[in-house]
């Protein structure tokens, strides 16, 4: 399983043009995270960091994007 940072760091070399605030701030989060399923801030694990992203994230399209967030939301299933 990859760490969210890398992850991150992949969004952002393919969605070219973010322009939804909860993804910036998602993936700014997510760039200095682990695994979702660690302590983030104040939160026991990064789960909701990675669903608004997710939710931001509806107009980042292509096969990256679909790849990436097949992913997550793979993650995020406990």
Known sequence: ???LSEIAAEARKDWRHINNGASVSALDAMARM???S????FDSNGYGIVGQFLVGA???RGPVARRVKAELRAMCKR
């Open 58 to 60: 509806k107009g980042w």
């Open 34 to 36: 682990g695994l979702a």
């Open 1 to 3: 399983m990859r760490k």
């Open 38 to 41: 660690e302590p983030y801030g």
